[in-house]
């Protein structure tokens, strides 16, 4: 009854069974490896376009970097209120992008709209006097569990276009919105306006990897400089080639995706039946937010069961706690099996009782 | 005849194991989990006291977050003129100290001296004027294949300490030099006045892991928040665990790197037979300088061996290249065979007679 | 009819005339001059107590630094949404402090309050993923022409105390709220908990002139540094001692604040006589923002007035403009004449006649 | 016999005047304002070309926002060993430009040369892991007195172009080498491949004004945003308007540097005759540098005479300074009068006989 993060789990054997294969021999490092030569290949056929991507070790720094390559230190990122670089990233991002801003914005039913974006970008201020915004950022899934669709990203896009803005994607969790969506990871990022990536494999079967994709090669000039000031030039990156590699192949990364979203939907499902238990959002991907009787919660806790408490300032607008109430998460991984959702729901349904 | 880099092979058998091992099941993420914590017990016996340790993935960002732990953004760090984090880093060091500075200082027969060190610390200038020098920074071993003893860290230590300098040792090299000195690790460090230790793992047997070491906690306050910043807090961080305790574990760490020692010592050995090469440096670690005929290093080429140029103007003072010559750096890793050595040497001769 | 802003007039006759007497003879550079000496030990007076304090040339470094002095760059700094810090200062203060991050908080009737920042403060995140805070800035007088008595400041600073917070206060019109409220320098500042005041006297009266002032001795350690690094340490700093000199001496400061405020109050209670125009907030310092009807607005600038157009958002809440509609700032400055305000509303209530 | 620093008198009375006459009446802020024009117009006709220009505080922040905009944070600047950017200014230049590197060269026969910067430049390693040459910083008049011919400027702009470098002046003393030289600014500058100067007016004449003078427009692009972020905008930049303006006026600046040049030199030629003074340097521009028999230095430091001790490692290449030696400097400003040079002579030769 794990169901903390997807971050809990290691990698999945196939991607493990990469590492050790590419262990063998020496091999040329700092990228210019078969592995990493492998791995960009397969981003390309991914994505039916040539890309320029670069591999790093985490999300935060793969986000940071990203918002460093498209605004100036001047310069200001639209971005959910509780999206996971504004929340979860301490200031991160103004330490890559030379202090830049993250400009926090209200979601509607859980998401950015272009009506919120072009309303904030309708008050541009006077520069130089003002930070000026240079970007938006959309999490996809998002932090609340939801994913856009193709359209829209483009009407983000579009909207962000029109007032010299480039558009982000933190892709953390991209795998579980592509299989939750069955478009195809192209018309889902550039072919919708996307201009960089940040592609998460982390959280869904990889050890340690991450790649920020470009979809605008211009956009990647100079970023092997940021990626190598950042630390993140890794002289055995044929270790994160390798990881990209398997996880990719085959629908590798989807088919885990899948997995992890379908138990999040069992879960679901599940305690919607149970007496006191009211769900938050849809479930898109692989993340579950509900409200629980705050005895509830603890009694599965002490049961063994693991997941977080959530922030109450992101139940949907006019919605609140009660006083005996908990907001949580439940996070599926690609780990997750049916039988832990079953076990879950079966504990609170017995509890509840 | 690969003797390029020690970052150009994978992980030892038994550092893989461990992350197989590690991979099974849930653990609590960003280092809450018992091979961190395992990892960490045994870097306090290694270094026989309790220590404060934050696992990174790269030297470079190793280096830059203790650099940034030891001197504000006015400060100077003096390094040798030729030194890692000088030399090789980007501007990564000025990029995390928030815009500290390197200040390069000439070596003594490869080395730094309290003398160097104390004729430019004479120099203090007029703060707020002018950076004002408060860490040290040598390397163990060397960018020259030298290592410094413990009466000679303790000396320089303690000519910085009179400044008011910090120590910081960059020790991607650190296990090739206790193996090479045979003292112990403390005798090394905290036991000669170093603060901070950025030992690394990566060259020598790790797949990619690296621990900046605090000696005394105080410097270590707050350097969470550093690790968090840099994108280096890693979600899986059991990895980095899993490593380093493997690594650490019945002295494997010094066992590769006797391995790498050997064939060093056994491939200089081998070269000073053969006419028309000169050494550079004495061997005391696993690294082998030499001058070479440009024919004899081109024929070694093309057979196949891998070396890098090296810069001439790190050749021992007063000395120069003649118009033929090639100055070249050959590194053995822990995977080197004495056979590959001998395979090197072979050849040099063949293609010298 | 010029309300532009108080930074649209030069320099009082008496400061000019101190800049002009200082010019003769020579004198140490870099502030170590009688006349930065003076402007110390007038401050001391003004504040009943030894304060550390720098000069600068403008608010925004002044500002900037202050906050560098108070929060680590993975800090954050609460501050209303419309502060000047986070508004009017390009990204400013994330460069000087590193990349910390400033948090907007929304106001209550205009004004931060110990609710709203203690509501902010309850939800602290989980350091170190998060931007943790550690000061608390706020605007004296604000940016809606507000002021904070010393007993609000004291709540606030105690709200913030209990978190741990360092207490901020921009005081770019400080002279404009002293004089307003009669209280003491000190009872508005480190007696209410204020740890540093940017006193700024370059909009009441100085050519280009503010101090960070520091209660705290210990905050203001390497300070000095701080400045320099700033490119602030000017070479003839006896011209910022002579400004602040001649500013404090004998009241000046105050004098010239007690006129601009009489000019705002007179405008105010002129232009509430003239029918269409709606206060918007109560006028408590030297500025006065109200509601116009458009055509009218567009006349007066048509007849010579000089003000500026003022964002909608920050009306009072549950406020709106109407469809024809303007709000609009009228500042006083120390220049402002009675007659400067008879003549706009005079010119108002003719064009609304 | 005040011969310490330029800086340590006030401004010209025509600067002063100007300021005066710019005090009345009202006037945009932020350098929308005729003052603030006229000296633009100024800045044209004196470089004879249209210029994009700047005004700031001080010469620190001049030179490191100039290099900001020359150089990306992973580049490197080449600067003579003793420039004031690097040995002068803490490291404000590694803050303004987000971390870049700035690399000490020796001069030859104290200025840089062709010869050197090429020989740095051979040396390129390999990016991205090497800091990258992107400028070269020269200053005009330099640190030791001397000036660059616009054929000295020409090559060595010639030099670093050839690899992609930008050309930055620090002109703290431009006025006094173009004094020195009788060329045009424009000769001195643009024609010879400078592509930004920092035009200093505080030291010959200005109360507290310089000028970043871009004279590429496109590498301009954004500066505005870089001057807002370092606290440079100033609200009442009519000042800065009024005393450039006066400055340039009627060759006013050349005129000023000319007497500080004519005194400078009268006291070099007095102090040649002194038995025991050595000259150091040609003097070229405004300062003049000797060594001192220490009992003479001490002998006219206790009559009045002001001057500074000045870095032994600052000596020709060659020469090192006696037992009982001093090596001092003497800088004439402005207001320095020949009478001044005459008494500090027959000082010394008092003291000495």
């Given at each position: 009854?794990?169901?903390?993060s997807d971050?809990?789990?290691g990698?999945?054997p196939?991607?493990l069974?990469a590492i050790q294969a590419?262990?063998e021999?020496?091999a040329?490092?700092y990228?210019?490896?078969?592995?990493?030569?492998?791995a960009l290949a397969?981003?390309?056929?991914?994505?039916?376009?040539?890309?320029?991507?670069?591999?790093?070790?985490?999300?935060?720094?793969a986000?940071?970097l990203?918002?460093?390559?498209?605004v100036?230190?001047?310069g200001a990122?639209?971005?959910?209120r509780?999206?996971h670089?504004l929340?979860?990233?301490s200031?991160a991002?103004e330490?890559?992008?030379?202090g830049a801003r993250l400009?926090p914005?209200?979601?509607?039913?859980?998401?950015?709209?272009?009506?919120v974006v072009?309303?904030?970008?309708?008050?541009?201020?006077?520069?130089p006097?003002?930070?000026v915004p240079r970007?938006?950022s959309?999490t996809q899934a998002?932090e609340r569990?939801?994913?856009?669709?193709?359209?829209?990203?483009a009407?983000?896009?579009?909207?962000?276009?029109?007032?010299?803005l480039r558009?982000?994607?933190?892709?953390a969790?991209?795998?579980?919105?592509?299989?939750s969506?069955?478009?195809?990871?192209?018309?889902?990022?550039?072919k919708?306006?996307?201009?960089?990536?940040?592609?998460g494999?982390s959280k869904?079967g990889?050890?340690?990897?991450?790649?920020?994709v470009?979809f605008?090669?211009?956009?990647?000039?100079?970023?092997?400089?940021r990626?190598k000031r950042?630390?993140?030039?890794a002289?055995?990156?044929r270790?994160?080639?390798?990881?990209f590699?398997?996880?990719l192949?085959?629908g590798h990364w989807?088919?885990?995706?899948?997995?992890?979203?379908a138990v999040?939907?069992?879960l679901a499902?599940?305690l919607d039946g149970?007496?006191?238990?009211?769900r938050v959002?849809?479930?898109?991907?692989?993340?579950v937010f509900?409200?629980?009787?705050?005895?509830?919660?603890?009694?599965?806790?002490?049961?063994g069961?693991?997941f977080y408490?959530?922030?109450?300032?992101t139940?949907?607008?006019?919605?609140a706690?009660?006083?005996?109430?908990?907001?949580?998460?439940?996070?599926?991984?690609?780990?997750?099996?049916p039988?832990d959702?079953d076990?879950l729901?079966?504990?609170?349904?017995?509890a509840?009782?």
């Amino acid at each position: 009854m794990i169901f903390g993060s997807d971050n809990m789990v290691g990698a999945s054997p196939r991607v493990l069974a990469a590492i050790q294969a590419a262990n063998e021999g020496t091999a040329p490092s700092y990228g210019a490896d078969p592995w990493c030569a492998a791995a960009l290949a397969a981003l390309g056929e991914v994505f039916e376009r040539p890309v320029q991507a670069y591999f790093v070790s985490t999300g935060t720094v793969a986000n940071s970097l990203a918002l460093a390559a498209l605004v100036p230190p001047w310069g200001a990122v639209l971005c959910q209120r509780d999206g996971h670089v504004l929340a979860d990233e301490s200031s991160a991002p103004e330490f890559f992008t030379g202090g830049a801003r993250l400009v926090p914005l209200a979601p509607v039913a859980g998401k950015l709209t272009p009506e919120v974006v072009a309303a904030r970008l309708a008050n541009t201020g006077h520069p130089p006097h003002h930070a000026v915004p240079r970007a938006l950022s959309i999490t996809q899934a998002n932090e609340r569990g939801l994913v856009y669709t193709p359209d829209e990203v483009a009407a983000l896009a579009r909207c962000g276009r029109g007032h010299g803005l480039r558009m982000h994607m933190d892709g953390a969790r991209f795998a579980n919105a592509v299989a939750s969506l069955g478009c195809s990871p192209a018309e889902l990022t550039w072919k919708a306006g996307v201009d960089v990536l940040c592609l998460g494999a982390s959280k869904n079967g990889a050890l340690m990897a991450e790649a920020v994709v470009f979809f605008d090669a211009a956009l990647a000039r100079d970023f092997e400089f940021r990626v190598k000031r950042a630390g993140q030039m890794a002289a055995k990156a044929r270790f994160f080639g390798a990881q990209f590699g398997a996880w990719l192949a085959d629908g590798h990364w989807l088919a885990l995706a899948h997995g992890a979203n379908a138990v999040a939907a069992r879960l679901a499902a599940g305690l919607d039946g149970v007496p006191g238990v009211r769900r938050v959002w849809p479930v898109q991907a692989n993340e579950v937010f509900v409200v629980l009787p705050r005895a509830l919660g603890e009694r599965l806790r002490a049961q063994g069961a693991v997941f977080y408490d959530w922030p109450e300032d992101t139940l949907p607008e006019g919605q609140a706690l009660g006083a005996h109430e908990m907001l949580v998460r439940f996070v599926a991984s690609f780990a997750s099996r049916p039988e832990d959702a079953d076990a879950l729901i079966a504990a609170a349904a017995a509890a509840g009782a």
